[in-house]
């Protein structure tokens, strides 16, 4: 198996974590390449539901090396709690199976105060952030006041960086915001024991993969969030502060783009999305709220409803073009039966003229409407289904019909959250 990418191709929540469970399994390294704990990765492993936000979904096959890459912003303390919930699950994880890249860029207590306290500033204008920290995070590693997790381990020079640092930042907390200031005694003195119970984990994972590439060990790369999250491809300013897509994987983790072979793009066989921001084919009625019962489309990192809409057409070739992907899985097919005629967005019109790609900007992708195709509905329940053949004939020509829509092959197919609940397919032979 080539070296893959795995990359959202909506607004995230795909499910993402299920595709690189299954693709690990064949993988020897999984290595996480950007987004922080804002994010979060649902997989239902014998019945059981783990929910990942820092470590890769690879983690719970035994034979791959996980790596977080220097492209995250990790929040230590969030990183050992995930860690301590593995191992209640059943799961522990030891430094030989995880890695930490030392250059990953750290989220602390001042990312989380000035995020939260923004979105509280903006009121009806908020971004619909998580409030975990994450935009502020990347802020400060682009103006180069980060902090990275190789610095955890000197408290000496950790000190005398958070000292430089905290003046300006708590000007802006107590000025701009209203908020208390953060003491350096009380930042330091709690980094203390999450850095020793790191230190096994901190590796040079650059150097690591470099060698693994060397020794043509195969290498699966999970994003998080979506394709129209990323900051520069996305619903701007309705987006994530990392760039989201496949080739945001070579920076993020420390490859060369020589060492990406497929990228394997995932998309719900309808839509949905969560917080602010344009989606033209939301379905704010009965229907969606019944599409968001049957999937059970809240997010696993925050909780909150996600908006739900058809499937768009549109969209799905924007992130096939910006991603270079060469194959897609279809999720959450079971989600539609029962539903009756299924709209499809094939094209948008902008001001009353025909478009055929995602017009830059929220506020114009705000004006787009959709133009639909009905395609006829399904009554079964797929949830059992194992083999291509046996989905309803209905069921089939949508699946064919998207395939050909969006311009690449479908080979793998969900109905259900467990990790047994696909569809193989050979695009072309069934």
């Known amino acids: 198996m080539a070296n893959i990418v795995v990359v959202g191709a ?11 469970d299954l693709l690990a399994e064949q993988s020897d390294w999984v290595v996480r390449y950007q987004g922080g704990n804002n994010a979060g990765h649902t997989l239902v492993v014998d019945g059981k539901k783990v929910v990942l936000h820092l470590v890769p979904s690879g983690i719970l096959q035994p034979g791959c090396r996980c790596v977080i890459g220097n492209g995250v912003v990790v929040n230590p303390g969030v ?23 030392t250059e990953a860029h750290m989220i602390l207590p001042w990312h989380l105060a000035l995020d939260r306290a923004r979105e509280s500033a903006l009121g009806d ?11 502020p995070a990347y802020e400060d590693k682009v103006a180069r ?5 190789a610095e955890l381990f000197d408290r000496a020079a950790l000190t005398a960086r958070i000292t430089e640092l905290l003046p300006d930042t708590n000007r802006r907390l107590t000025e701009w915001y209203g908020q208390p200031p953060i003491a350096v005694d009380e930042v330091v003195n709690a980094l203390a024991p999450v850095a020793e119970r790191l230190r096994p984990f901190a590796r040079p994972a650059t150097r690591m ?13 999970e994003g998080a969030q979506g394709t129209f999250l990323d900051v520069d491809h996305g619903t701007y300013p309705f987006v994530t502060s990392s760039n989201t897509v496949a080739g945001s994987a070579c920076a993020g983790a420390g490859v060369g783009p020589t060492a990406i072979s497929r990228v394997f793009g995932i998309a719900k066989a309808y839509c949905t999305r969560v917080g602010a921001g344009p989606f033209p084919t939301e379905l704010d009625n009965a229907l969606g709220e019944k599409i968001r019962a049957i999937g059970h489309e809240y997010g696993a990192t925050t909780g909150r409803a996600r908006r739900c809409g058809w499937f768009d057409v549109p969209l799905l070739r924007h992130a096939v073009m910006v991603n270079g992907m060469t194959e897609l899985a279809l999720t959450k097919l079971d989600v539609l039966s029962g539903l009756g005629p299924i709209e499809v967005a094939t094209g948008y019109t902008l001001d009353g003229a025909p478009i055929d790609d995602v017009p830059a900007g929220a506020a ?3 004006r787009v409407q959709p133009v639909y195709t009905t395609f ?10 194992r083999v291509w053949s046996d989905l309803p004939a209905t069921c089939r020509a949508y699946v064919e019909a998207l395939e050909q829509l969006v311009g690449v092959p479908i080979p793998l197919i969900g109905v259900g959250p467990g990790r047994e609940s696909v569809i193989h397919r050979v695009p072309g032979n069934g």
Request: hydrophobic share 40%.
């Open 209 to 221: 993969l470099y060698d693994a590439v060397k020794r043509g060990e195969r290498i699966l790369f």
């Open 79 to 101: 990183l050992l709690e995930e860690l301590d919930e593995l191992a209640a699950l059943g799961h522990p994880v030891t430094p030989e199976r995880l890695v930490l890249s």
């Open 145 to 149: 006041r980060g902090l990275r997790v």
């Open 125 to 135: 204008r908020r971004i619909g952030t998580t409030g975990k920290g994450i935009g």
């Open 364 to 366: 114009a992708l705000a």
């Open 10 to 20: 909506q607004w995230g929540d795909e499910g993402k974590g299920k595709v690189v």
């Open 376 to 385: 006829e509905g399904w009554d079964a329940d797929l949830s059992q289904v």
